[in-house]
């Protein structure tokens, strides 16, 4: 865990703590809530604790439930007001935040019903009065502990002292919510919220955030100034308020991000070339033409210093970029691989390409599982799921029509293919907006997903026996909440792996994923590795980290750059269309309304840009990896 230095207090006005998981930081609030309850006990009173229903929250929720099962708490004394709810919706509906609260935390404890103060969800008469009644419940307890991720459903331009209220959820906060509900189009218009003045009002504020995705929302919060469009700003006039993120998410934080401009850095190889890339961005300068005054003028007088002249550190650090770039990534076979990246032998390798949903693998290293295939090594591809809730419903009946209508063609029973058909289409009928499928029609929709998925492959020369589809059990619930990584998830990857006894994995090491399940199938082929990595065949295996469906890797981190010509982003771009379900409007956008192919190919366009601009060779795009060092 780290904490606010002096120095950087210059750029930080509110404490933050940096964890390394986010289950530490939820012990460090389960602690205090535990010793809050117990000190309000003795004083015969109640904790009041206001909860939000973001998915980073779910550790602290899940930590509780089980210092309950421990004996550790008692929710007898614990009054629980959550902090906002879609309007109007059935309460009973699954995207509720009291079903969210229920799940996670209400069933699984002592809390009296009556201590559970749960905003409505059903349509009122009256819900302006309800709201204003709520305000005052809310003001008459008085909030002990806040935990958030937000500002409740406040948007921007919400006044600071605004109260609970209705409001109108703008665009970008409905597609964030599409995936609860299975397409933006049955996210409701409207959320009730606590409003900012009487958020601001708990005692002790706790606000978390996790991933690289948070690293802009935590340097507005920590380093801006209070913005109306940044509603969560405003938590920086408050009084108690402790800030927890992880690594990932304190990524665009000064002392992190440039800590040469808040103490003194230990200028080690990955943080000198993070200085050089930043100093060649700020003054647009390649890195060759660095001096020893940008150097100086810039706060970095001690890297001279140390590491100097400015031409020997220019060198070295274009020497390292320039042996990141590799046209093989499989290696090149009868050369010297001794600044390339990969090594040269063995050839051809045996390389297994870890996608966790069909189409992560060509989105986000497309042109890189091109390159492998055409120089001839053995390329498995593996689907770690089968990604069928990302299926839009027509395209289900679309396909089931498709197979009654090819019955007589080629003579399979016609009443089977009609019985389908009839079977999916009466599912989905009763089926309401939001509610996971059935399992006939989830079938249907993992078929369309393989066969997308091969299709791509094929495209790529890559035969359908090299295909693998794991369908890993944590994902399988048919909706978007998934089940824990187990046992049985580790042990096919880990099989598979033994299988193939790969030279190369790859892996997306994307972990900004807004559904975690990115996360999830990393962990399990982490683990899997973990148990086979004193096996012979396992020490001559090398793990590379790709990104791209959500972000990029930073250029400083990168290990492995394949560049790209415009008739390899074609081919790349080909492969994505082959994934059809998920082209012109994917069902889970996330905030980015370009399409995944488009979001690619820029993301590659602009990495090329940025080598070109360092100093490098001019490419059309460049696909960037890290390799995952095992201890």
């Given at each position: 865990m780290t904490q606010i230095s002096d120095y950087s207090r210059r750029y930080e006005k509110v404490p933050v703590r940096i964890f390394n998981e986010q289950k530490d930081a939820s012990k460090v609030i389960v602690e205090d809530i535990i010793k809050c309850a117990a000190k309000k006990l003795e004083e015969k009173k109640n904790l009041v604790l206001a909860l939000d229903a973001s998915s980073a929250c779910i550790p602290v929720y899940e930590d509780l439930a089980k210092a309950y099962e421990a004996g550790k708490i008692s929710f007898k004394n614990i009054e629980v007001f959550t902090i906002d709810e879609y309007y109007p919706l059935d309460r009973n509906e699954l995207q509720t935040h009291y079903r969210f609260f229920k799940e996670y935390l209400f069933d699984l404890v002592d809390i009296p019903q009556e201590n559970i103060h749960c905003l409505e969800s059903n349509k009122m008469e009256n819900v302006a009065e309800y709201c204003k009644e709520f305000d005052a419940l809310v003001k008459s307890k008085g909030i002990d502990i806040l935990i958030?991720?937000?500002?409740?459903?406040?948007?921007p331009g919400s006044p600071y002292d605004s109260r609970t209220r209705v409001i109108?959820?703008?665009?970008?906060?409905?597609?964030?919510?599409?995936?609860?509900?299975f397409g933006v189009e049955y996210v409701p218009y409207h959320c009730i919220t606590m409003g900012i003045g009487t958020l601001m009002e708990a005692a002790k504020v706790y606000y978390l955030a996790w991933g690289e995705g948070a690293a802009s929302r935590i340097k507005k919060l920590v380093e801006g100034a209070p913005d109306l469009q940044v509603p969560y700003s405003f938590l920086q006039q408050h009084s108690n308020l402790e800030i927890c993120i992880d690594h990932a998410a304190s990524a665009n934080l000064t002392r992190i991000a440039t800590p040469?401009?808040?103490?003194?850095?230990?200028?080690?190889?990955?943080?000198?070339?993070k200085a050089v890339f930043w100093l060649c961005k700020k003054l647009d300068k390649p890195i060759l033409k660095l001096t020893d005054r940008d150097y100086n003028d810039n706060g970095m007088n001690d890297l001279v210093t140390l590491k100097g002249p400015s031409s020997e550190i220019n060198i070295k650090v274009f020497n390292d970029l320039q042996h990141t770039i590799s046209g093989w990534p499989g290696g090149?076979?009868?050369?010297?691989?001794?600044?390339?990246?990969?090594?040269?032998?063995?050839?051809?390798?045996r390389v297994i390409v870890f996608s966790p949903h069909p189409d992560d693998d060509v989105i986000s290293m497309g042109g890189t599982v091109a390159r492998l295939s055409s120089q001839n090594h053995i390329v498995h591809l593996a689907y770690q799921t089968s990604g069928n809730i990302a299926v839009f419903d027509h395209d289900a009946i679309r396909f089931a029509d498709f197979v009654r209508e090819i019955a007589p063609v080629y003579g399979f029973?016609?009443?089977?293919?009609?019985?389908?058909?009839?079977?999916?289409?009466?599912?989905?009928?009763?089926?309401?907006?939001?509610?996971?499928?059935?399992?006939?029609?989830?079938?249907?929709?993992?078929?369309?997903?393989?066969?997308?998925?091969?299709?791509?492959?094929?495209?790529?020369?890559?035969p359908d026996e090299r295909v693998h589809f794991l369908e890993l059990p944590f994902y399988e619930t048919g909706g978007v909440k998934k089940k824990p990584l187990g046992r049985e998830d580790v042990d096919i990857v880990k099989n598979l792996l033994k299988e193939v006894k790969p030279h190369q994995i790859f892996a997306a090491g994307d972990l900004s994923d807004p559904h975690g399940t990115h996360r999830v199938c990393f962990q399990a082929i982490i683990a899997a590795c973990e148990e086979l990595k004193h096996e012979e065949w396992f020490k001559d295996c090398r793990l590379w980290m790709y990104r791209g469906a959500w972000q990029e890797w930073d250029v400083a981190e990168a290990e492995m750059a394949v560049p790209l010509s415009p008739e390899e982003v074609e081919i790349k771009r080909e492969a994505i269309f082959r994934h059809q379900s998920q082209k012109d409007r994917p069902m889970f956008p996330g905030s980015d309304k370009r399409e995944f192919w488009l979001r690619a190919e820029e993301r590659n366009h602009n990495t090329a840009i940025l080598y070109d601009k360092l100093g490098m060779a001019e490419y059309q795009a460049i696909e960037l990896f890290v390799q995952y060092k095992f201890d």
């Open positions: 958030t991720a937000g500002m409740g459903s406040n948007e109108t959820l703008n665009y970008t906060t409905r597609v964030s919510a599409a995936s609860d509900f040469w401009l808040t103490n003194t850095c230990e200028w080690t190889d990955y943080m000198t070339r090149k076979p009868n050369a010297d691989d001794s600044t390339r990246p990969e090594r040269a032998l063995p050839y051809p390798k029973p016609q009443a089977k293919a009609d019985s389908m058909y009839k079977s999916i289409a009466e599912e989905l009928a009763k089926k309401h907006p939001g509610e996971p499928d059935p399992a006939s029609v989830r079938e249907m929709k993992t078929v369309i997903r393989r066969g997308e998925a091969r299709a791509a492959c094929r495209y790529l020369g890559i």
